[in-house]
């Protein structure tokens, strides 16, 4: 089962003091770029939360945080008085005035440094329990937001997949008649040219050139690549990588057909896989 690498999850846990969201995003990315925004005093358990999503998300630009909001009246940042009207003195002394207002050097002060000091909250263990189990929801929730992107590409996977092997049938089917056209072409310059030439020569010269314009095998790889390329798709780990190994397998052989095909009528048919093929390639880039 493919899983796209973009997704969203989130999850809210609501304590007596404080409500907290929990908010992952990802986008697609060659390998797990992981960016971790978590409030101060959970950071020691940051290494933890890091391992998780690696674990579990495996791949893509991923974006991890915690918001916390105080629902409490109590907050744990507080006024720092001394230093405030600290503040206040060195403003006076600076407008020596006896109009100073004091409400508007309490204003300028209290957005001085170290005016406000916020007391380092301790974790509780109980609490973090609770926050890893929100976690653990808002992973499962973006996991299956990736399952439910990827079944959309994994269905035009399939339709893509049959438009090749549809082109790939005419071009089958263009086969033979192609090699009597360029027997016609070819024995057509001859006589052009008016002059002898050795009919055995020329049927082996003939039996040489079309060596050369042979697409048995590019026929067989690509039929077994298509298959593949379905199989993958049918097993349970999503392997985008994989995936993308076998398109670009699938193109080789697609171009060398397309080179060889030296007809027209082949030559359309070999540009409709190429597109579908293009199609695909774009897609893949977003599998995990």
Known sequence: MIQSMTGYGKSVLQLPT??????????????????????????EKELDVRKKLANELIRGKVDFSIFVEMTADETSTIVNPGVVKNYIQQLKNIVETASNNELELLKMAIQMPDALKTEREELDENEWNLINQTVDEAVKEIIQYRIDEAAALEDDFRTRIANIRSYFDEVKALDNQRIEFVKERLKKAIDDLKVSVDENRFEQELIYYLEKLDINEEKVRLENHLNY??????????????????????????????????????????????????????QILNIL
């Open 229 to 282: 390329f379905l199989q993958t798709l049918e097993t349970e780990d999503s392997n985008g990588r994989k995936l993308g190994f076998i398109v670009q397998e699938m193109g080789r052989e697609i171009n060398t057909t397309g080179s060889k095909a030296n007809f027209a009528p082949m030559q359309k048919a070999v540009i409709q896989m190429k597109n579908e093929l293009e199609q695909i390639k774009e």
């Open 18 to 43: 404080k409500k907290i969201t929990i908010e992952i995003k990802s986008l697609n990315s060659k390998s797990l770029d992981l960016n971790v925004r978590i409030p101060s005093y959970y950071k």
